[in-house]
């Protein structure tokens, strides 16, 4: 095997909230309700999980950490010989947002600690960064490289919503470990999805998709990605989208959804499209880009507008995650034959025959959206499947 | 004389391993199996040179890049490549389920082999093989009796190819009545043999897959929802692949006809209801058998399958040519079928299956059939039961109810409890001489295994293929390495399955190896 660089950020402070039913640990008044009631940090110890299988290569493995408990301490208690990184005098405590825990010496740690650790290790251009945390960590590392740096999670959030994350501390190691030897391990873009946590504290469930992370992927290991598919992810979006740009009307503009396989759409067409938010697409071109609700209705004064869509999220959801600008106004205006559902035939199953759900906030609609629906799975291919009122 | 110790259960398994070459690599120049004699003088001034009588197109003008070896290098190798692989008269093969692995009888074999059938031309004169011809008639006859179709085709030369041509009648039908054009969309379930939307594919169809209800049967709201002015054909399996039978499929062959399509029954999964239910009284329109899976004739990768294509009075017009026909007195093959389909096949189908299933059809009988019928559904459910009995395994879908004749089981929470994956446990099989598989994609039951005893087996050899079971779980919850390191006492190989999707990383010639690894 040859030499290889591998980042490790722990956040120390992740899944505090989960044990003492707290439901996430994102602001420092949960961070210290929890520590109150005795919460413990597990994000080293899952980290340590990680580590000891990738300890038979530690000879050939060059660690990359963050000083103290955002690495360095779980490193060198493993048998490693890291190398810190420095980051603290890059992080203005005054200005962060909230302090995210404290170290051994009292140094607090925030999220710009975890940004400014992931920028380093993507600059000094190591294999691969592994991370201990949950879905905020994720959003953090997501905030800072981009998605297309290899990075891969090591569930120790109480928010597992993200596909970043291997199933477990130990298949984390597994993978790391196998990717880094060049082991037939490939890469794809997974989801980083994160809760409200405010609304998720009073027992509401609102989910927002961030972005992509490129994580190394073997179908068993990694969360919500249940299902193999025959040919690759990739391969089937093209086909989606194939068979979406035939079933495109000219004189129709097209209000394309957040998502991956939305993107291949726009990219087919050779259009750019943005990642995490809503365009205005016509057949030929580019009309408006990351839009809110007001421009789309602005945009529906002009012309005639379909719909072209994906489920967010490991849940489900059709509307009213992580594409709210798609308001029930817009969606009542747009005729229910010019709305195009896409999606890859593997989330459908990975659903395990619960239907998609609707929540657009507006009851009526969903209730009037609900039903059997067509899902363009592939070139010419269709599933009909349930959707349901969420709400 | 001391006694010979008694065996333990499982049983203490190890392949050979032979580290065999590819047999190209054994490929020694001037090495030859067979010299052949020069042409004697006399015979090259007779007839001439034959070589010089080919046209100039179809001449190499390089020889063919074969390996060059001796006869015993040869059969050397293939004993050895065959020392390496699992056959179905080797293992209790009902671990590859939807595939009725059933006991192929050698006396049938005989029968195909004779020089009676292997010497015919299919050029040869009617007169001169009335024999085959009233095989494949009489054939054609039993298959209508147990399907309740009006005819057959035997021209099919596997399960896929029976549903392309299915497919083809069905858009004759409604291209001879002008909705060619306005039908183009077929439905089928997800439960469903792939082959059915993948030949649909090919021929040009949209398909739309409808995924069970709650309770795992083929749900009728969404096929509702499916069908319109667009349908062109139903095309399921019944049971489907979880061992479930529709019970309500005749109303599914009833609102899709109301919607003016066609119904085509994949009638691979028949072995459990021969002679109790069949394709005509639940409405269908089309229907096919695999051969090679009910009727006991080998299966494709150990030579040909065969299928056999099952139409009613209206779509008889469009059967591939030629039919086999008699007129009182002789047997013929009728080419002059202005309205069929065409040719699937070249001369006659699959003779050696048409026979061996004849054959096999003829030493059971009517009775016999049912028999077959009703063990293969014993055996499953004998085997259901038993394999429940295994901690981490469970059988989603229809609670308490019984299955026809195979089963799609699910370890997932043996996966949830213990980290060990269906695939798996699929390759540790193997460490005792045995198989099984999972699933068609995607995986719509988590973690599956799909098993179909047929009515071959015995319940001694059902139980010894679930003592394998039931060890590999024991293992799972007490020494999961085991399985996640095998195979250890077999040849096959962890294999990565990411490559598979990129072309440049595989090859299936070895001339494409060559080019694509570089090597000369």
């Known amino acids: 095997m040859e030499h290889k660089r591998l980042g490790l950020i722990v956040n120390p402070i992740a899944g505090i909230g989960g044990r003492v039913g707290l439901k996430g640990s994102d602001s420092l008044d949960i961070q210290q309700r929890a520590r109150m009631l005795g919460a413990v940090p597990l994000a080293g110890e899952r980290a340590a999980s990680a580590l000891e299988l990738l300890l038979p290569l530690s000879e050939n493995i060059k660690l990359l950490v963050p000083p103290k408990e955002m690495g360095e301490t779980v490193a060198r208690s493993c048998g490693f010989n890291p190398q810190v990184i420095q980051t603290s005098g890059l992080t203005n405590k005054s200005l962060a947002p909230f302090p995210i825990g404290r170290g051994e010496g009292g140094d607090e740690t925030t999220p710009e600690d975890t940004r400014c650790s992931a920028r380093t290790m993507q600059e000094a251009g190591v294999d691969l960064i592994l991370f201990s945390g949950g879905d905020g960590t994720a959003r953090d590392i997501y905030t800072a490289i981009g998605n297309n740096f290899p990075v891969l999670g090591i569930p120790a959030g109480v928010k597992i919503q993200s596909a970043v994350f291997a199933t477990t501390p130990r298949s984390a190691g597994e993978l790391a470990a196998e990717f880094l030897q060049g082991k037939g391990v490939r890469l794809q873009e997974a989801e980083v999805v994160d809760l409200d946590e405010d609304a998720y504290r009073l027992g509401q469930i609102v989910t927002r998709l961030y972005g992509y992370l490129k994580i190394p992927y073997r179908r068993e290991v990694i969360q919500n990605q249940k299902i193999p598919s025959p040919a690759s992810s990739a391969v089937q979006m093209q086909g989606i989208a194939t068979d979406v740009i035939e079933q495109m009307k000219p004189d129709l503009a097209y209000i394309l959804g957040p998502g991956t396989t939305t993107r291949t759409v726009a990219e087919q067409i050779g259009l750019p499209k943005t990642l995490v938010g809503v365009d205005i697409i016509t057949h030929n071109e580019l009309l408006a880009a990351d839009v809110g609700e007001r421009q789309i209705l602005e945009m529906l004064e002009h012309r005639p507008l379909g719909l072209i869509i994906t489920p967010t999220g490991g849940q489900g959801f059709l509307f009213g995650r992580g594409n709210q600008q798609i308001s029930p106004d817009v969606i009542r205006r747009v005729r229910d034959e010019n709305i195009l559902v896409i999606c890859l035939a593997s989330k459908i199953a990975a659903l395990l025959g619960r239907p998609l759900l609707v929540d657009t906030g507006d009851y009526e609609l969903d209730h009037l959206l609900a039903g059997y629906i067509k899902v363009i799975t592939g070139y010419h291919e269709r599933i009909i499947y349930r959707l349901i009122s969420g709400s | 004389m001391k006694p010979i110790n008694p065996k333990p259960s499982p049983r203490r398994y190890h392949q050979a391993s032979w580290d065999e070459p590819v047999i190209f690599e054994l490929s020694q120049p001037g090495q030859r199996g067979v010299l052949l004699p020069p042409v004697e003088t006399e015979i090259e001034q007779e007839v001439g040179n034959p070589a010089q009588m080919l046209p100039d197109q179809l001449r190499r003008t390089v020889p063919p890049a074969l390996p060059e070896m001796s006869q015993v290098h040869v059969l050397r190798h293939y004993d050895r490549i065959s020392q390496e692989n699992l056959g179905v008269d080797l293992n209790i093969d009902i671990g590859q389920g939807t595939c009725t692995m059933k006991y192929s009888p050698k006396i049938n074999d005989q029968l195909a082999h004779t020089h009676k059938l292997t010497e015919l031309h299919p050029l040869q004169d009617f007169s001169t093989v009335q024999g085959i011809l009233e095989v494949m008639y009489r054939l054609e006859g039993m298959l209508k009796e147990i399907?309740?179709?009006?005819?057959?085709?035997?021209?099919?030369?596997?399960?896929?190819?029976?549903?392309?041509?299915?497919?083809?009648?069905?858009?004759?039908?409604?291209?001879?009545?002008?909705?060619?054009?306005?039908?183009?969309?077929?439905?089928?379930?997800?439960?469903?043999?792939?082959?059915?939307?993948?030949?649909?594919?090919?021929?040009?169809?949209?398909?739309?897959?409808?995924?069970?209800?709650?309770?795992?049967?083929?749900?009728?709201?969404?096929?509702?929802?499916?069908?319109?002015?667009?349908?062109?054909?139903?095309?399921?399996?019944?049971?489907?692949?979880?061992?479930?039978?529709?019970?309500?499929?005749?109303?599914?062959?009833?609102?899709?006809?109301?919607?003016?399509?066609?119904?085509?029954?994949?009638?691979?999964?028949?072995?459990?209801?021969?002679?109790?239910?069949?394709?005509?009284?639940?409405?269908?329109?089309?229907?096919?058998?695999?051969?090679?899976?009910?009727?006991?004739?080998?299966?494709?990768?150990?030579?040909?399958?065969?299928?056999?294509?099952?139409?009613?009075?209206?779509?008889?017009?469009?059967?591939?040519?030629?039919?086999?026909?008699?007129?009182?007195?002789?047997?013929?093959?009728?080419?002059?079928?202005?309205?069929?389909?065409?040719?699937?096949?070249?001369?006659?189908?699959?003779?050696?299956?048409?026979?061996?299933?004849?054959?096999?059809?003829?030493?059971?009988?009517?009775?016999?059939?049912?028999?077959?019928?009703?063990?293969?559904?014993?055996?499953?459910?004998?085997?259901?039961?038993?394999?429940?009995?295994?901690?981490?395994?469970?059988?989603?879908?229809?609670?308490?109810?019984?299955?026809?004749?195979?089963?799609?089981?699910?370890?997932?929470?043996?996966?949830?409890?213990?980290?060990?994956?269906?695939?798996?446990?699929?390759?540790?099989?193997?460490?005792?001489?045995?198989?099984?598989?999972?699933?068609?994609?995607?995986?719509?039951?988590?973690?599956?295994?799909?098993?179909?005893?047929?009515?071959?087996?015995?319940?001694?050899?059902?139980?010894?293929?679930?003592?394998?079971?039931?060890?590999?779980s024991v293992e799972a919850y007490t020494n999961p390495e085991i399985i996640k390191t095998a195979p250890h006492n077999c040849t096959v190989h962890q294999t990565q399955q990411e490559p598979f999707d990129n072309p440049d990383e595989w090859a299936v010639t070895w001339r494409a190896y060559r080019r694509k690894t570089g090597k000369k």
């Not at chain 2, 398909?207 to 054909?233: C, Q």
């Not at chain 2, 069949?278 to 040909?304: I, V, Y």
């Not at chain 2, 209206?314 to 065409?342: A, C, H, M, W």
């Not at chain 2, 026809?404 to 695939?423: A, I």
């Open chain 2, 147 to 472: 399907s309740g179709m009006d005819r057959f085709s035997l021209q099919p030369g596997a399960g896929g190819a029976a549903i392309y041509a299915n497919i083809c009648m069905m858009r004759a039908h409604h291209a001879s009545r002008g909705e060619g054009k306005q039908r183009d969309e077929v439905i089928t379930t997800i439960f469903s043999h792939p082959s059915n939307a993948a030949a649909a594919k090919v021929a040009g169809y949209k398909v739309i897959t409808l995924y069970p209800d709650s309770e795992g049967y083929p749900d009728l709201e969404a096929l509702k929802a499916a069908v319109s002015e667009r349908t062109a054909s139903l095309l399921i399996t019944n049971p489907e692949d979880t061992g479930i039978f529709n019970p309500k499929i005749a109303e599914f062959t009833r609102i899709v006809h109301e919607a003016g399509g066609i119904c085509s029954y994949d009638q691979a999964n028949a072995n459990g209801i021969l002679g109790i239910t069949r394709a005509r009284e639940a409405g269908f329109d089309l229907c096919h058998f695999n051969l090679h899976k009910t009727f006991s004739t080998p299966h494709g990768c150990g030579g040909p399958g065969a299928g056999a294509s099952g139409v009613t009075e209206k779509l008889i017009p469009f059967l591939p040519v030629p039919t086999t026909e008699f007129d009182g007195q002789k047997y013929y093959l009728d080419y002059n079928r202005p309205k069929s389909i065409g040719k699937i096949r070249p001369f006659y189908g699959v003779t050696a299956n048409i026979l061996r299933s004849y054959a096999w059809i003829m030493s059971l009988g009517a009775d016999g059939l049912r028999e077959v019928a009703e063990i293969a559904v014993l055996n499953n459910n004998y085997l259901l039961k038993k394999v429940l009995e295994i901690r981490g395994v469970s059988a989603p879908y229809a609670k308490g109810k019984r299955r026809v004749e195979q089963v799609r089981y699910s370890w997932e929470q043996l996966t949830q409890e213990t980290g060990v994956h269906s695939e798996e446990i699929e390759i540790r099989v193997t460490d005792f001489g045995m198989h099984y598989w999972t699933s068609h994609h995607p995986f719509v039951v988590p973690e599956p295994m799909t098993l179909e005893p047929t009515e071959s087996y015995s319940k001694a050899d059902l139980d010894e293929y679930v003592a394998v079971l039931n060890q590999i």
